[in-house]
């Protein structure tokens, strides 16, 4: 560990994402895979986090460039210690990506069982965990982004889907007032929702949305709710 500061941010005048500090919360799956990969595309500085050393491991493997940290998100004292360690090592973020998730449900109401309610909600405390620790990271940086995936189901829940719909429409109401925050206190910060029914197949062009943040005004996607339309995809 080394006590030598890097800096924080590039200026503002610089639009994109190159030489900003991005964490990517939940980075192993192929969605977390995609965005780090275009992230380091795009020249930021990467950091990956997930529980599973082994995972973390690959992901280095198969995308150059990215540091990884290991870490349960759901552990709101871990999130205070990566901070630390985050903020002594690579400086202060200028992103945070979460991609933490994951499906449980079926059987109807009556079917919505507490483990599952307890699996979703776990994944519901990682993103208030790791907002709350970085809240002001993104408020000091030049050009915060925060951005989670959040799904159809909030608009059009099922009942076999409702633990599921009501952890996403929690999550995505918390980013939406995390924007209201950014509105009044950072207004060169902005808090994303991208909105899909599945991730497979829009990997790639999730990642390439993400790394479209830096290059956006913050007021034309602050706030924002943004389908990922794979009638958008070029590639
Ligand atoms: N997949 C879809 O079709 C779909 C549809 C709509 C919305 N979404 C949303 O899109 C996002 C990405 O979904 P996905 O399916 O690609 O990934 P996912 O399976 O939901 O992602 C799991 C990731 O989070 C990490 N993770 C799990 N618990 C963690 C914890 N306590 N602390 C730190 N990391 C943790 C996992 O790594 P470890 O196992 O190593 O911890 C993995 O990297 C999620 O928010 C999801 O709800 C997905």
């Known amino acids: 560990m080394t006590d030598a500061r ?13 030489g ?3 964490l990517i919360a939940g980075a192993t799956s192929a969605s977390g895979e995609a965005v780090a990969r275009a992230l380091v595309a795009a020249a930021a500085r990467v950091l990956a986090v997930g529980t ?6 690959a992901l280095r493997a198969s995308v150059p460039g990215v540091e990884t940290r290991a870490c349960d998100l759901s ?6 210690e990566l901070a630390m360690r985050i903020h002594l090592e690579s400086g202060h973020l200028d992103g945070l990506i979460h991609l933490v998730g994951g499906w449980r449900g079926g059987g109807g109401i ?8 307890e699996f979703l909600e776990r994944g519901f405390r990682t993103l208030r965990n790791t907002t709350r620790v970085f809240y002001d990271d993104l408020v000091a940086s030049p050009a915060g982004r925060l951005a989670i995936v959040s799904s159809t189901a909030v608009e059009k829940p099922y009942p ?4 599921y719909a009501a952890a996403k429409a929690a999550a995505d109401a918390w980013v939406r007032a995390i924007a209201q925050g950014l509105a009044k206190e950072a207004p060169h910060g902005a808090a994303t929702v991208f909105v899909v029914q599945t991730l497979q197949g829009l990997e790639a062009q999730l990642g390439r949305e993400v790394v479209a943040l830096w290059d956006a005004e913050a ?3 602050n706030g924002r ?3 990922l339309d794979p009638a958008r995809m070029d590639g």
């Open 20 to 22: 900003r500090l991005v």
């Open 110 to 117: 009556a079917g919505q069982s507490d483990d599952d309610w």
């Open 52 to 57: 599973r050393q082994e995972a973390l491991d």
């Open 75 to 80: 552990d709101p004292d871990a999130v205070v």
């Open 160 to 163: 076999g889907g409702a633990n």
């Open 225 to 227: 709710r943004v389908p």
């Open 219 to 221: 007021l034309a996607v």
């Open 6 to 18: 890097v800096p924080d941010s590039v200026p503002d005048s610089e639009p994109g994402v190159a």
